[in-house]
């Protein structure tokens, strides 16, 4: 084996991780109820599954012209999903999208569990 055959081999390993990010996040996209969870999930796929999957493409192929436009590619979704995950999800809060288990509702069990019981005014005289 020579040394590219080595590389294309490390290539196609990187491009399955990359995959298997992607179907991991794909199923919990699925298995997650809320908006917000769900656009955070969404956000890795495209982070860290798509750009596994593209620098593995970039090892397969070796150095080219290919693989610098590839990650061109790369650079700019490193830039941009995060920022458009936040766009969406600020906007999402701003627009006053609340989660289904309302975050108040939760607060106040809480406060209802914590805080002790007041006490009741017994007429002695009665």
Do not use: W
Not at 8 to 32: D, E, K, N, T, Y
Not at 91 to 108: F, H, I, K, P, V
């Amino acid at each position: 084996m020579n040394i590219m055959e080595i590389i294309s081999i490390i290539g196609s390993v990187v491009m399955g991780i990359g995959i298997a990010f992607m179907v991991f996040g794909v199923v919990c996209i699925f298995l997650l109820k809320d908006f917000y969870p769900r656009i955070l999930v969404a956000s890795k796929i495209d982070t860290v599954g798509l750009l596994t999957f593209l620098l593995g493409v970039c090892l397969q192929h070796g150095f080219s012209f290919f693989s610098a436009k590839v990650l061109l590619i790369v650079v700019i979704i490193l830039i941009l999903n995060p920022l458009v995950a936040h766009i969406v999800a600020r906007s999402a809060y701003l627009s006053g999208y609340q989660l289904e288990g309302s975050l108040t509702r939760d607060a106040e069990a809480l406060v209802d569990r914590i805080s002790p019981p007041e006490e009741e005014e017994h007429d002695e005289d009665a």
